[in-house]
Antibody, heavy 120, light 107 residues
């Protein structure tokens, strides 16, 4: 079964850091790009970050709202994608989902989400 | 950034009705558009990719169409399990952006 399990969320103070993990199974992780989204309470979906497969250079893309603060990475040997979140702000409070983008574009597999709350 | 505008923001309908949701892109995106369904407290589910390609396992009452800047999602013969929020997403270029969502409610 193709599956993503996201984890690492929690309560953190503004300005601190947190690292989310997305553990994949059921498919060849290294062949696929990976991406992170978030959804603030009662709000819509927001794309956060994207990482290409090594075959496409492993390069990354970021939403303007997180660029310079968040870092997406991957460990293909462990089938895990990460989202390192630094200098967290209260507006980063959301459920964070990792997803597999089919053809690099359409999110056909999603993790169940992990909740990040940034508050003092 | 490409802005995605969905309408309506909410719609009430009855079981068996036909509903159409529209999504307009601020610039042409060819057919790089997806539709997702999200139920409260649940993960988004991909319904349609490439504007009109139905995902495996998605009922045929869901139909997507359009290209360029104007797209539609039509649900024919609404079923109780279809009441949810629907989002369009452009996949033409980064940053990937979503419409604000359309909440489909039971009348």
């Amino acid at each position: 079964e193709v599956q993503l399990v996201d984890s690492g969320g929690g309560l953190v103070q503004p300005g601190r850091s947190l690292r989310l993990s997305c553990t994949a199974s059921g498919f060849t992780f290294g062949d696929d790009a990976m991406t992170w989204f978030r959804q603030a309470p009662g709000k819509g979906l927001e794309w956060v970050a994207f990482i290409r497969s090594k075959a496409y250079g492993g390069t990354t893309e970021y939403a303007a709202s997180v660029r310079g603060r968040f870092i997406i990475s991957r460990d293909d040997s462990k089938s895990i994608a990460y989202l390192q979140m630094n200098s967290l702000k209260t507006e980063d409070t959301a459920v964070y989902y990792c997803a597999r983008p089919a053809f690099g574009r359409y999110m056909d597999v999603w993790g169940k989400g992990t909740t990040v709350t940034v508050s003092s | 950034d490409i802005q995605m505008t969905q309408s309506p923001s909410s719609v009430s309908a009855s079981v068996g009705d036909r509903v159409t949701i529209t999504c307009r892109a601020s610039q042409g995106i060819s057919n790089y558009l997806a539709w997702y369904q999200q139920k409260p407290g649940k993960v988004p589910k991909l319904l349609i990719s490439a504007a009109s390609s139905l995902q495996s396992g998605v009922p045929s009452r869901f139909c997507g169409s359009g290209s360029g800047t104007d797209f539609t999602l039509t649900i024919s013969g609404l079923q109780p399990e279809d009441f949810a929020t629907y989002y369009c997403q452009q996949a033409n270029s980064f940053p990937y952006t979503f419409g604000q969502g359309t909440k489909l409610e039971i009348k």
